[in-house]
């Protein structure tokens, strides 16, 4: 979930199943909606084969999942689940209810192949942060459009929601999905401690009010 109090109140949230979406909550009157439900860049790629830690997993079928907001709230930043794309999407005509669908579609970006992820995180200087779960690892797209790794290693099963602390942290949670019965056929093989790992970024979290 990401939030833009400074065009009103605003949550934005993305809904995971096959068929995905981004949601609009307006929190000062309590309605939302979704927008690009069955557009090509919200749903789970057909076909899409994951190999996770060197094992083929085909059954996962999630749609758009990670989520982010720019530094200046004009674009949203998404991407499924199974998929190895990532979008991003005018805040503006998100919000606004009565620009028709393919006018949304339009605002869309492809910003190209970021291998598969589930969290995404921004921060204040534009860069981008993501989970890469094939690779136990989590990577930055810098706001020239480098790409670094910052994390990576074996522990890191399943990197999942990102958050970038005012101290300069970002927080990542490993939640050891491949393990759980649905993705395990059925057995469940999780080991704790189940791990929150911190690293210095030295960056600002987006805070639009």
């Known amino acids: 979930m990401r939030f833009d109090f400074s065009r009103g109140r605003y949550a934005y949230i993305t809904d995971s199943q096959p068929t995905g979406a981004p949601i609009v909550v ?29 094992v083929v997993r085909e059954q996962y079928r999630v749609g758009a999942d990670g989520i982010a907001i720019s530094p200046d709230g004009e674009r949203l930043f998404y991407c499924p689940l199974s998929s190895r ?13 009565g620009i028709p669908e393919d006018r949304v579609a339009e605002t869309i970006f492809d910003h190209g192949d970021k291998g598969a992820s589930d969290g995404l995180e921004s921060d204040t200087d534009g860069n981008l942060y993501v989970t890469a779960y094939e690779h136990s690892a989590v990577l930055k797209k810098a706001a020239d459009g480098r790409w670094t790794t910052l994390l990576h290693g074996p522990k ?9 602390a005012a101290d300069g942290h ?6 050891q999905l491949p393990r759980i019965p649905l993705f395990n056929d059925g057995n469940e093989a999780r080991i704790p401690p189940y791990l929150i790992i911190r690293v210095n970024v030295d960056a600002r979290p987006v805070r639009l009010r």
Do not use: I, K, M
């Open 85 to 97: 794309r990532l979008y991003s999407v005018s805040t503006q005509a998100l919000r606004d209810r």
């Open 156 to 164: 890191l099963l399943w990197p999942d929601t990102l958050a970038l």
């Open 26 to 54: 307006d929190l000062d009157t309590g309605q939302c909606w979704d927008r690009l439900r069955g557009h090509r860049s919200t749903q789970a790629e057909d076909g899409f084969r994951a190999v996770v830690q060197g």
């Open 170 to 175: 970002l927080y990542v949670s490993v939640n």
